[in-house]
């Protein structure tokens, strides 16, 4: 059983940023594909980006692409989401997700963990 952390969230104004961070535990961290999701207020949860488990690939909903970064350090057993040029359509609670496959997924289902997520507000 896998535990996911995330911190980091906060208060931002738009076009800064902000760095989410996801420590795990309970399992082999370097098992594990790495994702972020988020879900704003009122609408499904989305895909945001992927991290394969060790060669990092990285993967992006186009609507982040070029704004965010994905990485993770298997060491710290920590996946990190680094959000630049932030706007008011990020404002989300943010969740992080861990999947055994190396299959390219950004469906929910295919995620085995999921963190309790951490809140970002981008004010305009």
């Known amino acids: 059983q896998v535990q996911l952390v995330e911190s980091g969230g906060g208060l931002v104004q738009a076009g800064g940023s902000l760095g989410l961070s996801c420590a795990a535990s309970?399992?082999?961290?370097?098992?594990?594909?790495m994702g972020w999701f988020r879900q704003a207020p009122g609408k499904e949860r989305e895909f945001v980006a992927r991290?394969?488990?060790?060669?990092?690939?990285?993967y992006y909903a186009d609507s982040v692409k070029g704004r965010f970064t994905i990485s993770r350090d298997n060491a710290k057993n920590t996946v990190y989401l680094q959000m630049n040029s932030l706007k008011p359509e990020d404002t989300a609670v943010y969740y992080c997700a861990a999947d055994k496959s190396a299959i390219l997924a950004t469906t929910i289902g295919a995620y085995d963990y999921w963190g309790q997520g951490t809140h970002v507000t981008v004010s305009s």
């Open positions: 991290i394969s488990k060790s060669r990092g690939y990285t």
């Open positions: 309970g399992g082999t961290f370097s098992n594990y594909a």
